[in-house]
């Protein structure tokens, strides 16, 4: 009988992958568990179980003291010598428990308390097994599926592939072998408790492992990886042998390796980047196939970038959904803005008339007071358009202005708007007036001009001939007062 414990013993170890003593262990405390609960007793209970006989003992003990304060846990010298004529203070005493009198209960209570330890001690070797290989490339199969999620069989145990780890492209099948990427360990997870993944780009960069004998060695190395899984990833190489072409090895002879790891991904697309230590030069690269004109750093600190592109390259340099410049700016590191050059002629065009145009002060606004315009302009906004192009968050982050505020602001600003419009409206209709008045009096002046020139001269010329006239009477009267 005790042979044929212990060997269940071993063989529930071999199947959990886990230590014989530790099944010894689980049931020992379940023992001492399921005394604990048919006694209802508070004493300090052990078990010991005797691989030879296959009987598990339950015993009671006692530490030997001068002054009992606890009677549960604690004994006499006196009463101990009883027991043990070598009993001193501060060592033991056991007593005994009989277990033949436990009951289905108690029975019922142990086999929980083994199964529930067993399992603990499975979960443990699980950890300590796996932890250390996450991001290994390893073989499933596919299992069973829970809800979204897919249970695959690792061989030694279940791993879980999640929704979320999975590659939008692909659909499983029960049976259906499939490499993955350990992508964690989650000692608390109460299902399997290793993660995989075929969404990682890790998974990537095992592949190339495989298929490129240069990485495998370290000649070529795969620097950094972004992917969107069953869309696109970008892998940049770099070659420590000058003699070597990264982008070729990775590729291989008429595309072969780099097709390879295609259809492992069931079609994804991989841009192969050569690295660069210079960011302008390796944010070039890692927008292809787009073809860029120039890059500029904006911020270095917050690792932000602008790129110009020839208009008819822009949609190509973003690509799908965004996805080109998305997947670049991972590559590298830094926020990619991207404009075309229409775009930075237009915005350049907008800064230069800003500079330009004179600033409003802020007394300007009809309806705000003295002591909120100091509080604007102490947030360094000092003029009514910048004023305008805040947006209310930003507005009530300066101390001291509220949402009431914010509101009675935005009105004085569009009331300054609003005047400006109507003084520029009526300017605009006074000139017109003023044309159509000019006009209308150097029309109405032109004609009188040419109608009066003949009415000056005619008199003139009529007198210019009377002259002769009138000098011939008087000559013709003069003749008949000397007759």
């Known amino acids: 009988m005790a042979n044929l414990l212990y060997q269940q013993i071993e063989m529930l170890s071999r199947e959990k992958h886990i230590e014989p003593e530790v099944?010894?262990?689980?049931?020992?405390?379940?023992?001492?568990?399921?005394?604990?609960?048919?006694?209802?007793?508070?004493?300090?209970?052990?078990?010991k179980f005797n691989p030879e006989t296959g009987q598990v003992d339950?015993?009671?003990?006692?530490?030997?003291?001068?002054?009992?304060?606890?009677?549960?846990?604690?004994?006499?010298?006196?009463?101990?010598?009883?027991?043990?004529?070598?009993?001193?203070?501060?060592?033991?005493?056991?007593?005994?428990?009989?277990?033949?009198?436990?009951?289905?209960?108690?029975?019922?209570t142990a086999k929980q308390v083994i199964l529930q330890k067993v399992r603990e001690a499975e979960r443990d070797t699980i950890y300590n097994e796996y932890h250390t290989r996450v991001g290994e490339l390893v073989t499933v199969i596919v299992k069973r599926a829970e809800g979204p999620d897919l249970i695959v069989d690792m061989g030694r145990t279940?791993?879980?592939?999640?929704?979320?780890?999975?590659?939008?492209?692909?659909?499983?099948?029960?049976?259906?072998?499939?490499?993955?990427?350990?992508?964690m360990v989650d000692r608390a997870a109460k299902g399997p408790q290793v993660i995989v993944s075929r969404a990682d780009a890790s998974l990537v960069q095992r592949l190339f492992e495989m298929e490129v004998p240069e990485i495998y060695d370290g000649t070529v190395q795969i620097r950094f990886?972004?992917?969107?899984?069953?869309?696109?990833?970008?892998?940049?190489?770099?070659?420590?042998?000058?003699?070597?072409?990264?982008?070729?090895?990775?590729?291989g002879m008429k595309g072969m390796r780099v097709q390879s790891i295609i259809r492992e991904l069931r079609g994804e697309k991989i841009d192969i980047i050569?690295?660069?230590?210079?960011?302008?030069?390796?944010?070039?690269?890692?927008?292809?196939?787009?073809?860029?004109?120039?890059?500029?750093?904006?911020?270095p600190e917050t690792k932000k970038l602008e790129v110009?592109?020839?208009?008819?390259?822009?949609?190509?340099?973003i690509g799908k959904k965004g996805q080109n410049v998305r997947l670049a700016s991972k590559l590298i590191g830094w926020d990619i803005d991207i404009k075309s050059e229409e775009e930075k002629r237009q915005e350049i065009e907008e800064q230069m008339t800003a500079l330009t145009a004179p600033a409003t002060p802020l007394t300007s606004l009809a309806g705000v007071g003295a002591k909120t315009i100091e509080k604007i302009e102490a947030a360094g906004i000092n003029s009514v358009e910048k004023l305008a192009g805040m947006t209310p968050e930003q507005?009530?982050?300066?101390?001291?202005?509220?949402?009431?505020?914010?509101?009675?602001?935005?009105q004085a600003v569009n009331r300054f708007y609003e005047s400006g419009s109507e003084a520029a409206a009526a300017t605009g209709e006074a000139a017109a007036a003023e044309g159509a008045t000019a006009e209308t009096a150097e029309n109405s002046e032109a004609p009188d001009t040419v109608?009066?020139?003949?009415?000056?001269?005619?008199?003139?010329?009529?007198?210019?001939?009377?002259?002769?006239?009138?000098?011939?009477?008087?000559a013709a009267k003069a003749e008949e007062a000397k007759s």
């Open 23 to 47: 099944v010894v262990s689980a049931i020992e405390d379940a023992m001492v568990v399921a005394a604990r609960k048919f006694y209802k007793t508070e004493e300090d209970l052990r078990a």
């Open 451 to 474: 109608e009066e020139a003949p009415a000056e001269t005619a008199p003139e010329e009529t007198a210019a001939e009377a002259r002769p006239a009138d000098n011939e009477g008087d």
């Open 395 to 410: 507005l009530m982050e300066i101390p001291g202005i509220g949402e009431k505020m914010v509101d009675k602001i935005y």
């Open 58 to 108: 339950v015993y009671s003990v006692y530490t030997v003291v001068e002054e009992v304060a606890d009677p549960k846990k604690e004994i006499t010298l006196a009463e101990a010598k009883k027991k043990n004529p070598e009993a001193e203070v501060g060592t033991e005493i056991v007593a005994a428990k009989p277990t033949d009198v436990l009951g289905r209960i108690a029975a019922q």
């Open 274 to 299: 050569p690295y660069n230590e210079e960011t302008v030069a390796f944010a070039q690269k890692a927008l292809s196939p787009a073809k860029v004109t120039r890059v500029q750093i904006v911020d």
């Open 225 to 251: 990886a972004a992917r969107e899984a069953g869309e696109r990833t970008k892998v940049a190489v770099a070659s420590r042998d000058k003699d070597v072409d990264p982008v070729g090895a990775c590729v």
């Open 308 to 317: 110009i592109v020839e208009d008819s390259q822009l949609s190509l340099a």
């Open 158 to 183: 279940e791993a879980r592939l999640p929704k979320r780890e999975q590659s939008k492209l692909e659909t499983y099948n029960i049976g259906e072998r499939l490499r993955v990427v350990i992508k």
